[in-house]
């Protein structure tokens, strides 16, 4: 029997899956690692911490499985996203904390790029918005900030890399910087046409080429981990992909018009659109899924800030709940929100309002407004950004999606998969296995090593439970718009506070 390790390094916690041959977990080592708020809108993390919490998650997968390291055939890594590292190549220590993807320190800057007229060629090369979600403004400021680092960095001393560079450079000790197809469209750096650093936003930026990593494909042998790590074996890094990505492919959306969407930290809805990337013009990104031998696969992507993470507010800034389970209890004790609406902005607007200083809301409570209208109108916020992702997603390629897979944390909650399938109004397919993301990056890794074909993979997907629209037309579209206002008054606050 085979094994897949895939290392799912996520935004507030590192998992280390076992996979089998039939793609199915076999044990799950998971841990939590601190969030540090140095100043309101600004996340970080400890790059160390991270690598640390990894290396303990994988040794805790193994041991629950009765594995050795030599049962290992392959490893694959998914990762979040933009969240940007950098470190220095001889002691392999960080200059600073990593900036993470929902920091929006560099709103200002964004600003500046825009009144510069450079937005629109940002979007032409790179697929992406200017926006300080994406990691070139991230690595800009470090720069600026650390002034000692810009001169090592010229001289290739210090290295940049989101979190899928940082992990492989540690578990190669140091021998490969490297980064994958899917990540690398992920900076604002990467010219998703010509596949390529772009050399006018390097120079844009300020950005020294040298500290970049060498852009690799996703599924393949990139190099064997060090054999120290694991017991004297000889374990391949053999997929790499980030994680919205790598949950496409988990999901087996090989075709064009395939879409899923992943409720974790944020939520991701992603459509693959083939071989020829299509550019959005209603507020959605445009970004590579993978490169597989030499061919280059694009995807559209709306991003929504917060989802998961407005169910943790609910349990640890409100403390209204103890567990994140515990919301879909207390949302089903009322039939509905009674108007309330929570617009969870804590870090901006993503698609398709891509708004940097919108801040969270909640509008309509009455003297009536319980608990559990506030956790049921929580819940609802993330299938109401998700209506407002696929709406843009279907004016911008015409195609009407008529099912939409699921998977991470939050799709194992009922109550909300169902709302989602009646605001949508089509049906939401749970798969079996909802650790889709660290499942596409085994099946890239077992790609890579050929223990499975693309036909393969698509035999293993099976649903789970499959939710229908239940409530009428009229109803769903009203609450929509009632969403639609909340939205329109929270941007407007924005402006007013800013």
């Known amino acids: 029997m085979k094994y897949i390790l895939s290392l799912d390094q996520g935004t507030t916690s590192c998992r280390s899956i076992i996979f089998d041959q039939q793609g199915r977990i076999v044990s799950i080592g998971q841990k939590e690692f601190r969030q540090i708020y140095p100043q309101p809108g600004w996340v970080e993390h400890d790059p160390i911490e991270i690598w640390n919490t990894q290396l303990q998650t994988i040794r805790d997968a193994l041991q629950a499985a009765f594995l050795k390291f030599s ?8 990762n979040q996203r933009e969240t940007t590292v950098v470190w220095d190549k001889k002691t392999g220590q960080p200059v600073c904390n990593a900036i993470v993807w929902q920091d929006r320190r560099t709103a200002s800057l964004c600003d500046k790029l825009k009144a510069e007229g450079l937005e629109s060629y940002i979007r032409q090369n790179t697929g992406l918005v200017a926006d300080a979600y994406f990691s070139a403004t ?17 001289a290739g001393q210090v290295l940049f890399g989101t979190i899928d560079s940082w992990l492989i450079w540690n578990l190669t ?18 010219n998703i046409h010509k596949l390529e650093w772009d050399a006018t936003l390097l120079e844009y930026f300020n950005i020294p080429r040298a500290m970049l990593p060498e852009v690799c494909s996703s599924a393949g042998i990139l190099e064997i981990a060090d054999k120290s790590l694991f017991e004297g074996a000889e374990i391949p890094i053999a997929g790499v992909a980030g994680d919205q990505q790598a949950a496409l492919f988990g999901h087996a959306c090989f075709q064009a018009g395939m879409a899923k969407n992943t409720y974790g930290t944020g939520c991701f809805l992603l459509k693959h659109t083939g071989k020829t990337p299509v550019r959005s013009k209603h507020g959605l990104i445009t970004t590579i899924a993978w490169g597989i031998d030499q061919q280059i696969e694009y995807a559209l992507e709306g991003s929504v800030f917060i989802a998961g993470a407005a169910v943790q507010w609910l349990r640890d800034g409100l403390k209204l709940i103890d567990h994140a389970a515990d919301s879909e209890y207390f949302a089903s004790k009322v039939p509905h929100s009674e108007g309330v609406y929570v617009v969870p902005a804590f870090a901006g607007l993503g698609t398709p309002y891509w708004d940097m200083y919108a801040r969270g809301a909640i509008f309509g409570l009455t003297r009536g407004t319980t608990k559990a209208h506030l956790i049921r109108a929580t819940l609802e916020s993330l299938a109401f950004q998700t209506r407002d992702v696929l709406d843009a997603m279907t004016k911008d390629d ?14 194992a909650n009922n109550l909300l998969m169902q709302f989602q399938a009646d605001i949508l109004g089509v049906e939401v397919q749970r798969p079996e296995v909802i650790e889709t993301a660290a499942r596409g990056a085994a099946f890239l890794a077992g790609a890579g090593i050929g223990l499975w074909t693309k036909d393969q993979i698509a035999q293993l997907w099976k649903v789970e439970t499959t939710f229908r629209p239940q409530m009428n037309s009229y109803e769903a579209e009203k609450r929509y718009h009632g969403w639609q206002e909340a939205v329109r008054r929270t941007m407007n606050w924005s402006k007013i506070v800013q």
């Open 138 to 154: 991230k690595l800009h400021w470090i720069l600026e900030h650390f002034p000692h680092v810009r001169q090592k960095a010229q």
């Open 173 to 190: 000790k140091g021998w490969l910087h490297v980064t994958d197809y899917s990540n690398a469209s992920r900076t604002m750096l990467y």
């Open 398 to 411: 015409g195609l009407a999606l008529k099912t939409l897979r699921v998977d991470g944390g939050a799709a």
């Open 71 to 78: 049962d290992i055939a392959a490893i694959g890594i998914t």
